[in-house]
């Protein structure tokens, strides 16, 4: 069983990943892919730089991440550049990790750019999360970021409606742990049947 899990930045998709590794999920997630990539001394790293300078780089080298966040967040056709990069590693990684899934798995890919990159059809079912705008820039204020940026992230990625759209199920994550682990405790037995 291959499930997309998406959401949108804040959403609680990480949570939700997490809740169904507890319950025997074999779990790839796609932004660890993304930052694996482009560690130092990777071609993906080098194949940035050229692209985007080396103003995206830390003084030891490693991809300075709010700096080519500011890139390409505000600008959709560097937005693309860096995909084009990526995303094609991504997906190479991707592959080999899934073919080490066990026999019989239920394989969820934890990929939050899912709608915009119509990757759907690509899986069995679809598991969205979803948790409202305020509620979502609080989270990431808790993580330390500006609002202003949430917003920018927030705006470059799939609507709710969009997201909706590609899901199988809906995990509305508005109330806490609790609460969610209980839809997660709902859906388990469905994606594992």
């Given at each position: 069983?291959?499930?997309?899990?998406?959401?949108?930045?804040?959403s609680g998709k990480s949570?939700v990943?997490r809740?169904?590794?507890?319950?025997?999920?074999?779990?790839?997630?796609?932004d660890?892919i993304s930052?694996?990539?482009?560690?130092?001394?990777?071609?993906?790293?080098?194949?940035?730089?050229?692209?985007?300078g080396r103003?995206?780089?830390?003084a030891?080298?490693?991809?300075?991440?709010?700096?080519l966040?500011?890139?390409v967040f505000a600008?959709p056709e560097?937005?693309?550049?860096l995909?084009?990069?990526?995303?094609p590693?991504?997906?190479?990684?991707?592959d080999?990790?899934m073919?080490h899934?066990p026999?019989?798995?239920?394989?969820?890919y934890?990929?939050?750019?899912l709608a915009?990159?119509?990757?759907a059809?690509?899986?069995?079912t679809?598991v969205v999360?979803?948790?409202?705008?305020d509620?979502?820039?609080?989270?990431?204020?808790?993580?330390?970021?500006?609002?202003?940026?949430?917003?920018e992230?927030m705006?470059?990625q799939?609507?709710?409606?969009?997201?909706?759209?590609?899901?199988d199920?809906?995990?509305?994550?508005?109330g806490?742990l609790?609460?969610?682990?209980?839809?997660?405790?709902e859906?388990?037995?469905?994606?594992?049947?």
């Amino acid at each position: 069983m291959r499930v997309g899990l998406t959401g949108g930045v804040g959403s609680g998709k990480s949570t939700v990943a997490r809740l169904l590794a507890e319950r025997g999920a074999f779990v790839i997630d796609a932004d660890a892919i993304s930052r694996e990539v482009v560690e130092p001394g990777t071609p993906g790293l080098a194949a940035v730089v050229e692209r985007f300078g080396r103003g995206v780089l830390t003084a030891d080298g490693a991809l300075d991440r709010p700096a080519l966040a500011a890139i390409v967040f505000a600008d959709p056709e560097q937005r693309a550049a860096l995909n084009a990069i990526v995303h094609p590693l991504v997906g190479a990684r991707t592959d080999e990790l899934m073919s080490h899934a066990p026999e019989g798995a239920v394989v969820v890919y934890d990929v939050p750019l899912l709608a915009e990159n119509g990757l759907a059809a690509g899986f069995d079912t679809v598991v969205v999360v979803e948790a409202g705008v305020d509620l979502r820039l609080a989270r990431l204020a808790g993580r330390g970021m500006a609002e202003a940026d949430a917003r920018e992230r927030m705006s470059a990625q799939a609507s709710d409606e969009q997201r909706r759209a590609v899901a199988d199920h809906l995990i509305v994550n508005d109330g806490d742990l609790d609460a969610l682990a209980r839809q997660i405790d709902e859906l388990w037995p469905v994606l594992a049947g």
